[in-house]
């Protein structure tokens, strides 16, 4: 699968040895690492989508990316979906940056990539949450064009029609 291109970014589909090296803390080769990639929300992303990968197989255009920028190569998180859709065509996503480039639409610009993907690949709705006080979190969901849509539990659910 080829880099989903968005104004600014890069969304890199990981493949598992790539996805191997950022659990072992080493770019891959050719590979640029923003100060502080990856954070440890980085590498259990990774952590689970290589247990998905030995279960279910490659999870194709429902798997890991790691944001790259355009401007520089450089990686400055991830984003992707909990797995493929289920049998109602939803699908989960998250997402994550390094503390040093938020604040600057890059995690709404990253999600609306993966909305339109999630569409283009058959997926009915995007779900996603966040904890209740995570106020950045509800902001990039909604700036993506996601609505919330239940509370429970301390935790706030948004989704989105693809």
Avoid at 2 to 11: A, E, F, P
Avoid at 51 to 75: K, L
Avoid at 102 to 107: D, E, F, S, T
Avoid at 134 to 160: H, I, K, P
Wanted: proline letters at 4%; glycine letters at 14%.
């Amino acid at each position: 699968m080829t880099d989903l291109v968005t104004g600014r970014l890069l969304l890199h589909p990981m493949s598992v040895a790539e996805a191997e090296q950022l659990v072992a803390g080493e770019p891959a080769a050719g590979e640029r690492w923003a100060p502080g990639y990856p954070e440890e929300v980085d590498v259990l992303g990774a952590r689970r989508y290589l247990e998905a990968c030995a279960v279910t197989g490659d999870q194709g255009a429902f798997g890991a990316y790691e944001i790259r920028r355009r401007a520089d190569g450089a990686a400055i998180g991830g984003a992707g979906f909990h797995g493929p859709p289920d049998e109602h065509g939803d699908v989960t996503v998250g997402y994550g940056l390094i503390p040093a480039v938020r604040g600057h639409g890059y995690a709404a610009e990253a999600l609306r990539g993966l909305l339109a993907l999630a569409g283009e690949r058959g997926a009915r709705r995007v779900l996603g949450d966040t904890a209740r006080d995570n106020v950045a979190s509800q902001r990039v969901m909604t700036a993506a064009g996601m609505r919330l849509v239940r509370e429970e539990d301390g935790l706030r659910y948004y989704a989105v029609e693809v």
